[in-house]
């Protein structure tokens, strides 16, 4: 996604619950979980999408790994131990 690679996930885990967009107005992937689904898929990318289209589900999908990044990673997690190690501590 962040090289701009039009993805084709699997309907579950991760990309169902927070890496692939669907909705219509922001989406930056495809998902599919059975043969027939992944060949719609497939199609509607490489014959309905209008370049400007894939272009466009492209930059999204490059925009929304930065929500993935170290930085956010970090920030996360402490903000989600910091209320532990401060009663751990004895700070609260």
């Known amino acids: 996604m962040a090289s701009g690679l039009i ?3 699997h ?3 991760g990309p169902l619950m927070d890496i692939i967009v669907e909705d219509e107005t922001s ?7 059975h ?5 719609a898929q497939m199609a509607l990318i490489l014959n309905a999408l209008s370049d ?8 999204r999908a490059r925009s929304s790994v930065d929500r993935f990044s170290e930085r956010e990673f970090e920030v996360g997690w402490l903000r989600s131990t910091e209320p532990v190690m401060n009663e751990v501590l004895g700070l609260k």
């Open 7 to 9: 993805t084709l996930a």
């Open 11 to 13: 309907r579950s885990g």
């Open 27 to 33: 989406r930056n992937g495809f998902l599919a979980i």
């Open 35 to 39: 043969e027939e689904e992944y060949a």
């Open 52 to 59: 400007e289209g894939r272009n466009v589900i492209r930059e």
